[in-house]
């Protein structure tokens, strides 16, 4: 029985999706643009799209999210016929079809919305469902095909695509790139880049790749350009040898784009990156350096999961990104072997997830998604750092060689193709005695983490009994199973206990007989995920922990307390944090703790005693830092100390220290500044009111790159000084135009919503709010949480908590992923108005 044709709405339902899955194979795509030099003019373009058809009633819809003048003409296989256009679909009359192979032709305007145009650059970014914003498509995961680009450009133009190029022609100032086929890619892998960029060939682990780029820091390009290509073919080899399947497609490219909206993207044979990330100066730290390694490890896992098996429906996209960081964190390891890559885990994943799961909008990791007009805001901390975790339990559970095993039986057998979750759970649970769809639906179904308790019985000065019981943070008797270790702790030894949580209380049998230790330490080697109970005598005792792994996870621990107003307050919580900097000698965990304390100084400190907190601070990291200088530690540990003090100075001495520093470019001895840090100077100055003139202009004055120029440009209004200005600015963004550049418009909002900005700031509240909704439709995927989080963040007072309470409480058929995402974002302003000001 031929499946039941869908309605015409807008987005692309997954009701659609699946009848055109059924009634549509063997695609592929022939794409011509023609770009002007000019970003203002339009783009020319056609395509030619094949493909076999099974025979029905209900006309063919194709996606274009654009104005019906977009389109021009319209012909099925070879006959020109009459536009229809309805709800952002292409309508072709089921009688212009034929059984079997077909071929719609279609002269149109490209769509802007996801080309990002720039003066002299422009590439697309097309995931989730914005292929449709740029060309007629079959906008869904599981209508993978072969694209064929063709591009018309001006000459001194770069360019690449997902294929290798063919040819090309010159005719005066423009010229005619044809590239090749592509392998069979989904819709949202399409991509090309195009623009004034410098290409660089190189030849790494036998393997030829092209990086084009547009930096032109020397010390950046030099020191840069050959961990790159060596960091791509060590993840390359790493993947090939752990898949026991060769790199899947026909070229290997990669490109750096200014202010790009994520970290990287995945493009198959041509891969996006954020450029600051991977350009690094000789200033960079160790942390610095392990993330641009992560972030290459992670978009090139994606060539085997995400790009050659492909999720079927977005509802499972955490399952291409929860591979991606999965396998990143092994090709780290192995890059770094002299790194702690335990504790690059629980630093990079378990403080984001526990930032999202904490919080009333907290969301599961899998997902229902009726529409895809609604996958962007699947993504967030849970896809990225809790699954992860989820997984790393997983493999714990499986143990290593099954899952091995298993995910190189996945690849095989969906390889090309598309797969979902319960795919891959049916061929693990193969591997495994464990019920993995009973473990699956706690952890990948259900929203939250639970909350550990304990008890110690004492008898005859021996430990009788040590229980440990599991709860969801609702009060609800559900289960996590998971593993994990407690540490007894002692004067001269630790000594640790594995818990395997299969059961809502468990007693730790290996405790009975011995001696009371000085503290426990839960979630000693940062495995376990949940709100752990904290020791009383944790904050005196924490200097003794030697193990950075334990360190990290008892300030993580502590740090969740606090914000649970469990045991420990935000005062007692900086005292303790504050003797650390001096004893803190692993850079990773520095980042850490720093990190918190700057959010404990601006977040959880009320402003009336703001200035003295934040002048120990200052005191405290300088002096840790003079310290690291005299005992020669690390330069990672110099510079996140000089950040810590640049970012909590409020004392007029410190302010006039940093000025001295920025005005002169004259960095503490054993710190290196760089371009990129004397800007942050500035803009730190600036966002105090430092009474010098012209610090910005200054600023940007001793900037080269022109593409940082103009991001500095874009942020100046939000720093002045004028409270006129800075409301001038605010209101610019309601323009859509205004906010193109994403990166610019929320580093600029963190400064404009800046603790030191909130009496005036706090203005712009509702007017944000009132945009979410619009930025959802208009930006890209990560952007509406970027944009409130910017907003958001600095907040504490119960008014605040009041407006976004309100905000939802007159809207109660409000988007309810736009609600969630906004509760995420309230957390921090919820938390610390119930801290500081309620009795």
Request: charged share 20%.
């Amino acid at each position: 029985m031929p499946p039941s044709p869908p309605p015409v709405e807008t987005g692309v339902s997954q009701a659609l999706a699946r009848f055109r899955a059924q009634t549509l194979g063997d695609l592929a795509y022939a794409l011509k643009f023609d770009i002007p030099a000019q970003k203002n003019q339009p783009i020319p373009a056609s395509e030619t799209i094949t493909f076999t058809w099974q025979p029905g009633n209900a006309p063919l819809q194709l996606d274009f999210k654009e104005e019906r003048a977009h389109l021009q003409t319209v012909s099925v296989n070879g006959t020109a016929i009459p536009i229809v256009f309805e709800q952002e679909h292409l309508l072709i009359d089921a009688a212009r079809l034929r059984p079997g192979t077909n071929q719609i032709t279609i002269g149109f305007t490209a769509g802007n919305l996801s080309l990002n145009r720039n003066d002299d650059y422009l590439y697309t970014l097309l995931v989730p469902d914005r292929a449709r914003t740029v060309f007629p498509c079959f906008d869904q995961p599981d209508l993978k095909a072969s694209f064929q680009l063709t591009l018309t450009l001006p000459q001194r133009w770069q360019a690449i695509t997902n294929a290798s190029l063919i040819d090309s022609a010159v005719t005066a100032d423009r010229k005619t790139l044809r590239f090749a086929a592509s392998e069979r890619i989904p819709t949202y892998l399409f991509s090309f880049v195009a623009g004034q960029f410098r290409p660089v060939s190189r030849t790494a682990g036998n393997r030829p790749m092209l990086l084009l780029h547009r930096e032109t820091d020397t010390t950046k390009i030099r020191l840069s350009l050959a961990p790159l290509f060596d960091l791509h073919a060590e993840a390359l080899g790493f993947l090939e040898d752990y898949t026991q399947m060769p790199y899947p497609f026909s070229k290997f490219d990669f490109a750096a784009i200014p202010d790009f909206q994520y970290g990287g993207m995945e493009h198959v044979g041509a891969i996006d990156y954020r450029s600051s990330t991977l350009f690094l100066d000789n200033g960079a730290t160790r942390d610095q350096k392990l993330n641009r390694a992560t972030l290459i490890a992670h978009e090139t896992a994606h060539m085997w999961f995400g790009d050659l098996v492909t999720m079927r429906w977005f509802d499972d996209v955490w399952l291409k990104e929860v591979f991606a960081n999965f396998m990143a964190d092994k090709i780290t390891e192995a890059s770094f072997p002299d790194a702690n890559y335990d504790l690059q885990f629980v630093i990079d994943h378990f403080p984001a997830a526990y930032a999202v799961d904490r919080t009333e909008g907290a969301n599961p990791i899998g997902q229902p998604l009726a529409n895809l007009q609604e996958a962007g805001s699947l993504y967030g901390g849970i896809i990225y750092h809790k699954a992860p975790i989820m997984m790393r339990q997983l493999e714990l559970l499986i143990g290593k060689e099954a899952l091995r095993e298993g995910l190189r039986d996945y690849l095989k057998t969906y390889a090309f193709g598309n797969a979902t979750w319960t795919d891959l759970i049916r061929i693990l649970d193969a591997r495994t005695p464990t019920d993995l769809q009973a473990w699956s639906r706690i952890w990948v179904s259900e929203t939250g983490r639970p909350v550990f308790t304990h008890q110690i019985e004492q008898q005859n000065g021996r430990i009788n009994r040590f229980t440990i019981t599991q709860a969801g943070e609702d009060g609800s008797r559900r289960l996590w199973p998971q593993v994990f270790d407690v540490a007894l702790v002692y004067a001269d030894r630790v000594e640790l206990i594995p818990v395997t949580m299969s059961q809502p209380t468990v007693e730790l049998t290996a405790a009975r007989g011995k001696t009371p230790p000085l503290f426990v330490a839960f979630n000693a080697m940062g495995q376990g995920y949940g709100r752990f109970p904290v020791d009383p005598a944790t904050p005196a005792q924490l200097a003794s922990v030697g193990n950075p792994v334990t360190r990290a996870a008892l300030y993580i621990n502590l740090y969740e307390a606090m914000l649970a107003g469990a045991g420990i307050g935000p005062k007692q919580l900086i005292d303790t944090y504050q003797t650390m900097l001096a004893t803190e000698k692993e850079e990773l965990t520095l980042r850490l703790l720093t990190s918190q304390l700057t959010d404990l100084v601006w977040t959880f400190t009320r402003p009336a005693d703001r200035p003295a907190v934040a002048a120990q601070v200052e005191q405290a990291a300088w002096q840790a830092m003079e310290q690291a200088m005299e005992q020669a530690q690390h330069p990672g540990i110099t510079k996140l100390l000089f950040r810590l003090y640049q970012s909590v100075a409020l004392s007029p001495g410190a302010q006039q220290r940093l000025y001295t520093i920025w005005d002169q470019q004259k960095a503490p001895a054993g710190v290196t500044l760089t371009e990129d840090d004397y800007t942050s100077l500035a803009l730190a100055l600036a966002v105090r009111d430092y009474p010098a003139d012209g610090i910005l202009t200054r600023q940007l004055a001793r900037i080269k790159n022109p593409d940082r120029q103009k991001r500095l440009e874009f942020m100046m209004p939000a720093l002045s000084a004028s409270e006129a200005e800075r409301n001038a600015f605010f209101a610019s963004l309601a323009v859509e135009a205004n906010r193109d550049r994403e990166a610019w418009v929320t580093a600029a909002l963190g400064y404009l919503h800046h603790p030191l900005r909130a009496v005036t700031s706090a203005t712009y509240l509702p007017k944000s709010l009132e945009l979410l909704e619009e930025i959802q439709r208009t930006g890209d995927i990560f952007f509406p949480e970027q944009w409130l989080r910017a907003t958001l963040s600095a907040y504490q007072t119960p008014e605040t908590a009041q407006l976004v309470r309100q905000f939802l409480a007159d809207r109660p058929g409000y988007n309810p992923r736009l609600r969630a995402k906004l509760l995420q974002a309230a957390d921090g302003p919820f938390r610390a108005s119930k801290l500081l000001y309620q009795p």
